[in-house]
């Protein structure tokens, strides 16, 4: 059996300025505070809650490993937590381009998420037994994810 998706809804993560930890064995580590935002979709729409952060690990080969955790508050009064890991890579190239203000596209780099939905509200009880990838990027202080329900 093959699994499929079904998107569900777009978040506009927007973000504060990193808290950086400095290094560690495993890499660069840094917390970006997430700060609001904005969901919409077939599925789900609201806003994004001030109460979330990304830690975030930057490995020596490159590789930023992303640990994200924040609320949507849904158009209709529900709060679902997100959960959200992964990974982004660039090219050194890229990483250049962004050092030097250009704004890439997403398709430039690789950044992938897997999301887990958790609530008690009833009517969104199905993203409790639902899991969830995203793809995206950021521009500026503004994260892109479109997200999908895995069928």
């Given at each position: 059996?093959?699994?499929?998706?079904?998107h569900?809804?777009?978040?506009?993560?927007?973000?504060?300025?990193?808290?950086?930890?400095?290094e560690?064995?495993?890499?660069t580590?840094?917390?970006?505070?997430?700060v609001?935002?904005?969901?919409?979709?077939?599925?789900?729409?609201?806003?994004?809650?001030?109460?979330?952060?990304?830690?975030?690990?930057?490995?020596?080969?490159?590789?930023?490993?992303?640990?994200?955790?924040?609320?949507?508050?849904?158009?209709?009064?529900?709060?679902?937590?997100?959960?959200?890991?992964?990974?982004?890579?660039?090219?050194?190239e890229?990483?250049?381009?962004?050092?030097?203000?250009?704004?890439?596209?997403f398709?430039?780099?690789?950044?992938?998420t897997a999301i887990?939905?958790?609530?008690?509200?009833?009517?969104?009880?199905?993203?409790?037994?639902?899991?969830?990838?995203?793809?995206g990027?950021?521009?500026?202080?503004?994260?892109y994810?479109?997200?999908?329900?895995?069928?």
């Amino acid at each position: 059996m093959t699994p499929t998706l079904e998107h569900i809804c777009e978040f506009e993560v927007e973000l504060s300025p990193p808290h950086e930890m400095g290094e560690n064995a495993q890499g660069t580590r840094r917390i970006i505070p997430i700060v609001g935002g904005r969901v919409s979709g077939t599925a789900i729409n609201g806003k994004l809650l001030a109460i979330g952060a990304d830690w975030q690990t930057v490995r020596t080969d490159d590789v930023a490993y992303l640990d994200a955790r924040y609320a949507i508050e849904t158009d209709d009064g529900a709060v679902i937590e997100v959960i959200s890991q992964g990974l982004r890579h660039m090219p050194p190239e890229a990483v250049e381009r962004i050092a030097a203000g250009e704004t890439l596209e997403f398709s430039e780099y690789y950044m992938r998420t897997a999301i887990r939905l958790d609530t008690g509200h009833p009517d969104y009880a199905w993203v409790n037994r639902s899991l969830f990838v995203a793809a995206g990027g950021k521009t500026g202080s503004t994260v892109y994810l479109s997200v999908h329900r895995v069928g």
